[in-house]
């Protein structure tokens, strides 16, 4: 890969301080990107920025909570102004803190899930999308889940709220193709990240996927890599 291509380029990451997001977001600073980054957790923030001393002239960074539209469109605002735009959006921020079957259910959970899980990189795009009509280029690329593509019991929720985000961005990717936006899905399968409950070894790793959103980022030539799927060799849901 020609990753010298990504210097100086303007990245927004979302959910960059833990897992894929904090990965990429790592790589790309060190690649000499101009990364704008967010997350909700303090510890996890401040542990971030202690990994990034010496990168902070090409970094901008804000705390809130994706469920807040207002606070989205806030830091996208400055994100624009402190960088003069943005080349490149990758929407990391999920979790999937409703597991139960159907049948247990609360209603309140189910709509936090489509809150953070479609919501949020739905205002993401949207706010972003406005800035890169105007130099009639740029790059999204969504981070779901190989959940789109199977159903397993007790994470009703969870494929709910991504499939939902699946079924919007492949109407995004048409709308957004004439302005020559590109529009992206990648779907990680199992991830050792601390997004589970126990450490998974034989899953992918968070760098790996973060490869993989690198090498989306870089194909060019008339071409765009619309969906990739990754999964770890063990896993077997793709029936």
């Known amino acids: 890969m020609e990753l010298n291509k990504l210097k100086n380029k303007r990245i927004l990451v979302t959910g960059a301080t833990s897992g894929i997001g904090k990965s990429l977001t790592l790589k790309l600073i060190n690649l000499g990107s101009k990364v704008a980054f967010c997350g909700r957790s303090k510890n996890k923030m401040d542990n971030l920025l202690n990994e990034t001393k010496g990168f902070e002239d090409n970094c901008y960074h804000e705390l809130f909570d994706i469920t807040n539209e207002n606070d989205i469109k806030m830091f996208v605002k400055n994100v624009i102004n402190n960088f003069g735009g943005i080349d490149i959006l990758v929407n990391c921020a999920g979790a999937n803190t409703a597991k139960s079957y159907?049948?247990?259910?609360?209603?309140?959970?189910?709509?936090?899930?489509?809150?953070?899980?479609t919501i949020a990189p739905f205002v993401f795009m949207r706010e972003v999308y406005e800035n890169m009509i105007k130099n009639n280029a740029g790059i999204v690329i969504n981070v779901l889940s190989t959940v789109c593509n199977f159903s397993n019991e007790g994470i009703g929720a969870y494929t709910a709220s991504k499939a939902g985000l699946d079924a919007l961005i492949k109407v995004f990717r048409k709308e957004a193709r004439e302005n020559n936006i590109h529009v992206s899905s990648i779907y990680p399968g199992g991830v050792d990240t601390d997004f589970r409950d126990i450490?998974?070894?034989k899953y992918l790793t968070p760098e790996k996927v973060a490869d993989s959103i690198l090498f989306m980022m870089l194909f060019e030539n008339n071409g765009v890599?619309?969906?990739l799927v990754?999964?770890?060799?063990i896993e077997k849901n793709y029936l």
């Not at 990754?230 to 060799?233: D, L």
């Open 230 to 233: 990754i999964r770890p060799m």
């Open 225 to 227: 890599i619309d969906e």
């Open 199 to 201: 450490s998974k070894p």
């Open 102 to 117: 159907l049948k247990d259910m609360k209603t309140s959970d189910l709509e936090y899930m489509l809150k953070i899980n």
